[in-house]
Every structure is written in C-alpha cells, then in structure tokens.
C-alpha cells in the first residue's frame, strides 16, 4: 500500500497547501489545509510537516499562499512582499537546508520572470513549487535504487527519526532504500529507534513502515547497543538534515550516538540525502545551526507531566555526526564512498548545494 501523500497543492494558483497533520500520527491520518503564509510557518514550526525535503516544499507553496493577496498592487509591491514571505518563512525552523535552498530557489525564479505581471509571476512560482515536488519524489526513488544492494538478504536493518514518504514528496530517503530491497524481494527486519523525545521513530516510521507490510520491530533509543551487541543489526541507514562539504551530517538528536554505536559493533552507517540536502557553502558541520526546542517536549510529552516542575532542561533537536563515522551517503547520483570533500564535489556538480541567490 502507498502512504498517503504528505503534502500537495490544491487547486491553481489561487489554491492552498494540504498536508498531513504529522502530530496526530499514528492514531488519526487527517489533512490540514494551510491557506495563508502564516499557517505554513506553524505547520512548519509544530512539525505538523516535518522532514527536510518536505519542509522545503512546504515553504515553496508558503510563498505562492503568501504572495495571493498582492497580485494587483503592483510590481514593485508584489516583489517586496514576497522577500518579506521568504524572510519570515526562513524564521520557521533553522537545520534543515532544503528550507533555505526552495526559499532561494523561490526567490531566483521570481527574479527570472520579474519582467511579466504580478499574477504571471505567482503562476511561475506555483509552477516552480511544484516542480520542487516533483523532483523531490523522483530523487527518492533513485536513492531507493542507488542504496537497495546495501541491505543483505535475511538482514537487520536500523532507522531512527523518519526519513520515508512522511519526510519527503514521497517514497522517503533512508526508507526508500529500505522500500527499494523490499521491492527487490530481499527479507530482513528493521529496528525502528522511537527517537525521543518526539518519537518520530514510533509514531511515524513504524506506521509508514507498516503501511507498506515491511517487518518493522520498534525499539526505545536505549537499546539501540543492546540489539546491536546482540547481533541483530547488519546496516543503519538514517537520513540527513543538512550535510556539510566534507560529509559532516546533521540529523535527529541521537544519529550521532547511534553512528559511534555502529562503529563500536563494526555496523556500517549510511546516511541517505537528495543533493537538495547538502550545504557545500559550510566546511565542516560546525558551522549548521542546531535547532533548540521547547523544554515541554521533554518534561510534557504528549500531554503527560514526566519530570519535576522547573526542571533544567536541555533540548537540541539536532545532532551532527562527523564524516568519518559514516560509511556511505546515499544521494540521487549514487553512493559517496569515502565520505569526504574530494568525493562529495566529484559526485555534486558545482551548482549543487551552493546556496545563494
Ligand atoms: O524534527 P524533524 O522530525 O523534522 O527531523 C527529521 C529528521 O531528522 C529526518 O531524519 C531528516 O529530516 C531527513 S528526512 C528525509
């Protein structure tokens, strides 16, 4: 069975963004409808869409719902307001890349055709934004392709957060290479972390994973070493929020741990991205700015109080796991194997991941 679609565009240029309310998964599947640039940025910020590849599609569509009211006021008033709905939809959320890169890419195009009226220019972003779907969904399928071969016939396979259809267009990264083997008639089993303190792992893997009759067995982030130790797992494949130039990956708080964890049981650790993913404008993954959330997801989750009240909380929602824990990436243009700057650029043509109006 396909899993429903995260996100897409009803109507035509005068529509509006429907998207899954990612919040409610497991338990309810329903759609949201966000009509104003302001609903996108708190479906954003809520993570009622979340993933990188799809937050930057959602902030594409964000633009064409924020520009609607001023296709008669001018040109001039037209291009000011939408720098003023790229800046502000920039504020929603600050790892995931693909945000900055559709927001750029947004912004290019409307410079392209700043010559033709206010309303031609919103339908060449809609038709920009869609675009931006599109080739989201036809990269996750090459990434299925490019990393199938790596998950083994009557293997384990570890996942932690969501990288599948939820997080991108569709089909996923980290799991469209596991959806990929599946098609490949491989057997094997997957250890989905449920990836405190949003449970990502829990609440949205195990049910894509489900949907689609894959053999998932969900685990806490604690056992990932036990299950490991045990010998239960032959690859990790997760998925990335920002990837530097040398290969440096930021991803849900806990790939970094569950990278060394790999590493310490001689597990390969693959990360699988979209060129959409990379920011080859920062060296090294110092520099990727590691979002800090609501303590209340730590102490309240889901509505129930588990810690004491005024509690110091510490909550990055990020971690970044350096290039040399990881075995392979796993990109639309095939594997990137070693993971280092001289291998990233031989595989990423110049214009790829480099940001920049
Ligand atoms: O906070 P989230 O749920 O947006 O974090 C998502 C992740 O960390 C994913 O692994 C990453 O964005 C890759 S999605 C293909």
């Known amino acids: 069975m396909q899993t429903p679609r995260t996100i897409h565009w009803i109507g035509d240029s005068s ?31 809520s993570l009622r869409v979340r993933g990188a590849p799809a937050i930057g599609i959602a902030a594409a569509m ?22 003023e709905v790229c800046a502000y939809l920039r504020t929603s959320r600050p790892t995931a890349v693909n945000l900055f890169w559709a927001l750029d890419r947004m912004q290019r195009r409307a410079r392209e055709l700043a010559a033709l009226s206010p309303r031609e220019i919103l339908d060449g972003l809609l038709h920009e934004a869609l675009t931006i779907e599109e080739e989201d969904r036809r990269m996750c399928r090459s990434i299925g392709e490019a ?10 396979v570890l ?34 972390d449920e990836t405190r303190p949003l449970l990502q792992g829990a609440r949205l893997t195990a049910w894509e994973l489900k949907q689609r009759g894959i053999n998932v067995t ?19 494949v997760v998925g990335a929020d920002r990837i530097a130039a040398n290969g440096d990956t930021a991803n849900k708080i806990g790939t970094y741990g569950v990278a060394l964890l790999a590493r310490a049981h001689d597990i390969p650790f693959y ?11 920062l060296p090294t993954g110092d520099a990727i700015p590691i979002e800090q959330r609501d303590p209340r997801e730590v102490t309240h989750g889901f509505g129930t109080q588990t810690a004491p009240d005024g509690i110091h909380v510490y909550n990055p929602a990020f971690d970044v796991t350096p290039h040399e824990l ?21 595989v990423l043509p110049l214009d790829v991941g480099e940001r920049g109006l």
């Open 62 to 83: 964000g633009v064409v719902v924020g520009l609607q009211g001023y296709v008669v006021g001018g040109r001039d008033v037209f291009l000011a307001r939408l720098d």
């Open 218 to 236: 969900l685990i806490c982030d604690s056992m990932a070493a036990q299950v490991m130790k045990e010998g239960r797992v032959q690859a990790v």
């Open 15 to 45: 529509g509006f963004v429907r998207l899954i309310d990612q919040t409610l998964l497991p338990t309810a599947l329903q759609y949201r409808d966000c009509r104003t640039a302001e609903e996108v940025w708190e479906a954003i910020r």
């Open 159 to 192: 996942t932690h957060c969501n990288a599948g259809g939820l997080a991108t267009a569709d089909y996923g990264t980290a799991l469209a290479v596991i959806f990929a083997a599946s098609e490949k008639g491989r057997r094997f089993v997957v250890y989905a």
């Open 271 to 281: 990360v699988a991205a979209p060129s959409s993913t990379f920011d080859l404008n």
């Open 147 to 156: 990393g199938a071969d790596l998950i083994r016939d009557g293997s384990g």
């Open 326 to 346: 990881i075995t392979a990436l796993i990109t639309e243009k095939g594997l990137i194997q070693p993971v280092d700057a001289a291998n990233i650029r031989r």
